[in-house]
């Protein structure tokens, strides 16, 4: 084992992407061992990624690994961030599909329509588009510096992203579901859509407005931390937040609809079987009357 120790030193070194002092701390039973690597860069950069690689793909299969027996784990800051980043970046496809299919199958169900889940995708997907701009703009071009008080590192934290997504695509899907239900339900006694929309937003638009500005200052709270991570991710949620509840569900879900007119309630025949639900609220039934008392026959 030390002559594998002593091969791993000499080929780290020789590989100019890892420094010295090169430590070894055995256990007393020389069973196991933490092996110290300097590596090149910060440990943040390209060069850090880069000698990581050459570690784990050369200089360990050459040496420890060519011992039979010996198990390797490489660890540390550097391989911790390159291994979460290169996981987030495997699974947020299937995370993004996952969200927008159960959403897509659930305003289906819900509304009986096609063309309302597209709409409401396509709307969600506005408000966390925005969010990851201004996100961008801020913290990783640095336009925000000044103004909230800190220094750009010209990137943004590996989870972010799908935090944001997830978060705001819940949100907006809230805010969509609540205004679509009165819609709907003045849909059903109307049957015109322009009339419906029109008093679903009039009577959704308080409720919404108070929720967003609610959220917005708890969001908006975070800014005041020191962490940039948690800074990004309070603009982001504040950003869509407004965004959503003043543009989206005010101006942009309302016109579309408008103009879709009784599109917006298609559903091709083959879909005829999904169960119908209903969005308004059933009448109170009547109320029972006391039973009538005989007239007085007049007799003592």
Known sequence: MAAAGAAFERAALASGQMNQPITFIVNPAHTAAIIQVPLAGTG?????????????????????????????AVAGETATTVDFNALMKQRTVWVFAFVLLLAFVLLLISFRSIVIPVTAVILNLLSVGAAYGVVVALFQWGWGQSLLGFTSTHSIASWLPLFLFVVLFGLSMDYHVFIL???????DGTRDTGQAVAHGIKISAGVITAAAVVMVFVFLSFVTLSMVEFKEMAVGLAVAVLLDATIVRACVLPATMKLLGPRNWYLPRWLEWLPQISHSTPPPPPARQPPRQPAPSGRP
């Open 181 to 187: 239900s009165r819609i709907r339900e003045s849909y």
């Open 44 to 72: 943040e950069d390209t060069t850090s990624d880069h000698a990581l690689a050459t570690l784990r793909d050369k200089v360990i299969p050459a040496t420890l690994g060519a011992v039979p027996g010996v198990r390797v």
